[in-house]
């Protein structure tokens, strides 16, 4: 199976590619994938920025089809440097279905500081950051595969890592999830730096409350991603 220009997917990334630029997550930079259902390929945002494009008018002509070695199999652009951090994911983890890459700001802030992300913001239906977010440990750019395996390695079974220096990495089941996380880690680095200037930040969950938080939080509906996709959606200027 190959994805068309035209098809759903490829919309639906570009549509997560300009969100991610409207909200402040993404700037010139940052990419996201989709795993293309019963194949070992992805469609990915190829790197367009030689000819000019930004990223806030991503298109579904954007993407191409790349196979989990990194190989383009369809489309004549080359890759993203940091293709290995989206194929090595692939490999390991069947569940997860996207993977998206931004450079969410107080996210890095807290992973400079050495910060991980926890799960301080339930208002969303839950939180999947438990006691916290892996940071992967350098700035360098995952432009090997040893590096996307390392990164794969760090973030285990988890839905999101931060990137020291550099940005996050998220993951879902869904298009739709793999943004929601980001969109939600970086709600969630900011009350944490607003709560620091009011004293400590207290872990409030207990760790059964969390994995159960994390568990709903996971299993919820595609109905449910669609309420919060339409929100974020309706933000993008018309
Ligand atoms: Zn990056």
Known sequence: MTVNDSSPMKEKLAAAMRIMVNEGLIENSGHISARIPGTDHICILAHIHSEGHVLRDTTAADFHTVNLDGKVVEGERETVGEIYLHTEVYKVRSDVKSVLHAHPPVTIALSIAG?????????????????GTPIYDSSTHINRPQDGKKLAQLLGDQMAIMMKGHGAVTVGASIEQACIVTLNLERSA?????????????????????????????????????????YWGGRLPK
Request: aromatic share 12%; net charge positive.
């Open 190 to 230: 900011k009350l944490m730096l607003m709560a620091a200037s009011f004293g400590k930040v207290r872990p409030f969950l207990s760790d059964k409350e969390l994995a159960e938080s994390s568990r709903r939080w996971r299993g919820d509906s595609e109905e449910s991603h669609q309420v919060f996709w339409a």
């Open 115 to 131: 910060t991980p992300v926890t799960g301080v913001y339930v208002a969303s239906g839950g939180t999947v950051f438990g006691n």
